[in-house]
């Protein structure tokens, strides 16, 4: 599958390929302690019940599958580019006594492996800002949902007004510092992350951004700031 990813995957795939057992932890320590939350408010956007099934791309540790599950009671699809990340979350779902409710799939968001409408529901976690077309890939990932089918999404921002210095500071200073303390891998982790949540903002203001999303055949799209911008939920329905 290696061939066919763009260099912004691969990048991607490499960057995160040797964190998935500490990905969990230190997400959290770099997000100061909200990624957590940020995963509960996206799944609270999902309309889906026990004879649903959902899927969760980029879904790395399944941490928004394995609340999918304990928050609805449906079933989960989780898919990922990555297979050492997909290795973490088969030990999570293991440890969790949740392997027969998740299924886990390898494969890129670009090119879904599924039929048109195979799902009640989609989630996604800081997808965009790794694919070549946001737009192209929110059409893919619209395609394979059932009309009326809930899509949500969480991704990083960047705050407006009296927080953007604070937010500057932390992403050019704090994110580098904190993640070379854990380890060389986070440490590029931190490097590479205010850069590109910065050029993502600047390509996809908000209002640009949820065009996107209506374009891709979204409907009752909507946005939420959380924690002063620093997380960034979108949620609506499949047309």
């Known amino acids: 599958m290696a061939e066919a990813l763009s260099a912004r995957n691969l990048h991607a795939r490499r960057l995160f390929a040797p964190l998935g057992a500490t990905y969990d932890r230190y ?20 309309q889906a019940g026990p004879d649903d099934t959902v899927l969760d791309v980029a ?3 399944a941490a ?23 290795a973490e979350a088969r030990r999570r779902l293991s440890a ?10 390898e494969g890129t968001a670009d090119d879904l492996p599924f039929e048109d409408g195979a799902f009640d529901g989609l989630t996604f976690t800081y997808l965009l800002r790794y694919v070549d077309e946001p737009g192209r890939t929110l059409r893919e990932l619209a395609r394979v949902v059932r009309p009326g089918g809930s899509i949500a999404s969480l991704e990083f921002g960047v705050p407006d007004g009296l927080w953007r210095a604070a937010w500057e500071l932390y992403v050019r200073v ?21 850069p590109s ?7 996809h203001p908000p209002e640009r951004l949820l065009a996107l999303w209506r374009e891709a055949g979204v409907e009752d799209v909507r946005m939420r700031r959380l924690t002063l911008g620093g997380g960034v939920v979108v949620w609506g329905r499949r047309a």
């Open 27 to 46: 997400s959290a320590l770099l997000s100061l302690g909200q990624d957590p939350r940020w995963r509960r408010f996206l799944v609270s956007r999902v």
């Open 197 to 203: 949540i910065r050029r993502f903002a600047t390509e």
């Open 96 to 105: 969790a006594g949740l392997a027969e409710r998740i299924e886990l799939v």
């Open 59 to 61: 879904t790395g540790t």
């Open 174 to 194: 704090g994110l580098p510092l904190v993640g070379r303390a854990v380890s060389p891998g986070w440490g590029e982790v931190g490097r590479f992350l205010g």
């Open 64 to 86: 928004v599958a394995i609340e999918l599950v304990r928050r609805t009671g449906c079933s989960v699809v989780g898919l990922d580019q990555s297979p050492e990340m997909l």
